[in-house]
């Protein structure tokens, strides 16, 4: 089951490895995830004023907590199955208002269902659901036994959510309201919050791009001044006798030695002044160039100032790409 | 407007610069999209065949095309205004399957509409996305003007998008199907697709995410190199008279010796035989320590190997900063 809105189970096997009869499940894992209810629901004493406010969790962010629900046991049970267990300390927080329905399946191995009760288990995973965003709503785990909750909640939230909890959980009071009995009705009933939802994901996957694309220069970036590392100022290649030349100084000899000037040019620059020029701009520019094999020419200076060479980023890259092959090829003889 | 299925507006402004009076739009730019008809709808006559195939777009992505245009169109009828302009040529694919409406509103400034024909115009949008999907599905432009292209469409799609296509479109041939007249009905209608795109976008965000705290580690070992790029072999720093120490051979004395050392014990690793070790996860573990400041200590050993110093990370990070901000302190004054 792949639905980005639970958590996917790998694996179950049993092990006697811990000196018992275990029970190992293999799961997706989520680092610095907290439960829903560590994030919405808290238990110790000192809250108590906040546990009883209704309000404490935006609405719309119970909307999309609904939507990810309804999309995650919409998954479940076009399969088949059922949730079982849809509660707040099962489901995990993994980023700002991202839901994912955990420990599933845990309860078909342990008490598999029978093939007649499945309609009812999935009729119940809908009154959970409805459950739970009260418990959130109402910032009360048991609220739902309550029967002013519902009453409760509407201080705080529109009537149209209260309603479509009321449903859920299959209570009409203080309004009639029609039960809602199967997933699709509730896909049908949610549609409008469903599609702000995705759009909301698909700005957040804009937003991703866009960074990611940022970060990509980097990795080429990372790679470029680590193979400019493993060859400026190497002292010596040992039994790199097919090129011909001796060991030793083998930085400084033959195209090695435009990729150490060039490496002064990167990142020993001075102003007219003699004082350094600490400027990571000129870098990556450099680098830019440097990793696309770009015509432009550049003057390396030799640190005596007694020659230039005029060279072109290309003629660098392939120097470059040079010498890292024959440290490669040197390396694996 | 501000809605991930939309290109963005941000301007709109008449000018004389271009010599005439010239009415400019300033919007997002999408690199590389191609407009949907490009990528679908084929126009050169070496593909008559092609064009008469219905089925070249899967029925899955003419849903998700379904669905996002949907999202659109719900964000801007419920602000009070109509799309009025939704045809293939006009959307841009931004990436895979991944559509936006461009070109919305120029029409509004071009040719305003009257209040009283909002109503009429929104319902043209609908009857738009209806024309649009039957030229997607057909691969012909004009399809929505021949009467038979919706059995012709049945022949490679489900009987439930040809119904939604004859709903939009208001043609109840072959079969009777209520016509869709708010965008309301169409988000119902089409509730459990759009569960199924969020649930496809909710998984690309993970795959991006993960993708980008990969990346993220690049851009810090980027700043760490470049840290190492400015001070390692640096012939000297002119005018550092703060310190006491004269011009020449900066980067070979005081903490700095650590640090080229350092720089060594990175890149420029051997075997037992002396062969050169090329190894990039050398390199980024020894980064991501130093990054950390770990307390793990090496031994740093120079060159005419007869010294070793033992070091931790911590204090090699401490000495790379020192450096840095001499240099940067030196490059200011």
Same mark, same amino acid.
């Given at each position: 089951?792949?639905?980005?809105?639970?958590?996917?189970?790998?694996?179950?096997?049993?092990?006697?490895?811990?000196?018992?009869?275990?029970?190992?499940?293999?799961?997706?894992?989520?680092?610095?995830?907290?439960?829903?209810?560590?994030?919405?629901?808290?238990?110790?004493? !000192?809250? &108590? $004023?906040? *546990?009883?406010? =209704?309000?404490?969790?935006?609405?719309? /962010?119970?909307?999309?907590?609904?939507?990810? %629900?309804?999309?995650?046991?919409?998954?479940?049970?076009?399969?088949?199955?059922?949730?079982?267990?849809?509660?707040?300390?099962?489901?995990?927080?993994? !980023?700002? &208002? $991202?839901? *994912?329905?955990? =420990?599933?399946?845990?309860?078909?191995? /342990?008490?598999?269902?029978?093939?007649?009760? %499945?309609?009812?288990?999935?009729?119940?995973?809908?009154?959970?659901?409805?459950?739970?965003?009260?418990?959130?709503?109402?910032?009360?785990?048991?609220?739902?036994? &309550?029967?002013?909750?519902?009453?409760?909640?509407?201080?705080?939230?529109?009537?149209?959510?209260?309603?479509?909890?009321?449903?859920?959980?299959?209570?009409?009071?203080?309004?009639?309201?029609?039960?809602?009995?199967?997933?699709?009705?509730?896909?049908?009933?949610?549609?409008?919050?469903?599609?702000?939802?995705?759009?909301?994901?698909?700005?957040?996957?804009?937003?991703?791009?866009?960074?990611?694309?940022?970060?990509?220069?980097?990795?080429?970036?990372?790679?470029?001044?680590?193979?400019?590392?493993?060859?400026?100022?190497?002292?010596?290649?040992?039994?790199?006798?097919?090129?011909?030349?001796?060991?030793?100084?083998?930085?400084?000899?033959?195209?090695?030695?435009?990729?150490?000037?060039?490496?002064?040019?990167?990142?020993?620059?001075?102003?007219?002044?003699?004082?350094?020029?600490?400027?990571?701009?000129?870098?990556?520019?450099?680098?830019?160039?440097?990793?696309?094999?770009?015509?432009?020419?550049?003057?390396?200076?030799?640190?005596?100032?007694?020659?230039?060479?005029?060279?072109?980023?290309?003629?660098?890259?392939?120097?470059?790409?040079?010498?890292?092959?024959?440290?490669?090829?040197?390396?694996?003889?």
């Amino acid at each position: 089951m792949q639905n980005g809105s639970i958590v996917t189970y790998h694996d179950c096997f049993t092990t006697r490895a811990f000196g018992d009869s275990s029970l190992v499940f293999v799961s997706d894992y989520h680092p610095v995830s907290k439960t829903l209810a560590e994030q919405c629901l808290s238990t110790t004493p !000192s809250f &108590n $004023r906040a *546990r009883q406010t =209704a309000g404490a969790v935006p609405e719309q /962010v119970l909307w999309a907590f609904i939507v990810q %629900l309804a999309s995650a046991v919409k998954a479940i049970h076009s399969i088949g199955l059922a949730a079982r267990v849809i509660t707040a300390s099962k489901i995990i927080v993994t !980023s700002k &208002n $991202r839901i *994912r329905l955990n =420990a599933c399946g845990i309860l078909d191995v /342990v008490q598999p269902s029978e093939p007649d009760t %499945l309609a009812l288990l999935q009729e119940d995973d809908l009154r959970q659901i409805g459950r739970l965003i009260l418990a959130l709503a109402t910032g009360n785990n048991a609220a739902a036994s &309550n029967p002013k909750a519902l009453d409760f909640m509407s201080r705080a939230y529109s009537e149209r959510l209260r309603n479509c909890v009321g449903s859920l959980i299959q209570v009409s009071h203080p309004q009639p309201s029609e039960p809602i009995k199967d997933i699709d009705t509730l896909l049908t009933l949610v549609a409008d919050q469903a599609f702000s939802s995705f759009d909301n994901a698909l700005q957040l996957e804009d937003t991703l791009y866009s960074d990611l694309n940022r970060e990509l220069e980097n990795s080429r970036i990372v790679r470029l001044l680590s193979k400019l590392g493993f060859i400026n100022e190497r002292p010596e290649v040992n039994n790199v006798g097919h090129a011909g030349h001796s060991a030793g100084q083998w930085s400084e000899t033959g195209e090695r030695y435009y990729l150490k000037l060039f490496r002064d040019y990167v990142f020993h620059q001075i102003n007219s002044d003699g004082r350094p020029v600490v400027d990571l701009g000129h870098v990556l520019t450099c680098l830019n160039k440097l990793d696309a094999g770009s015509e432009e020419k550049i003057a390396l200076v030799s640190r005596d100032e007694q020659n230039v060479f005029v060279v072109s980023y290309k003629e660098i890259k392939r120097a470059l790409e040079a010498a890292f092959q024959e440290l490669l090829k040197a390396g694996r003889r």
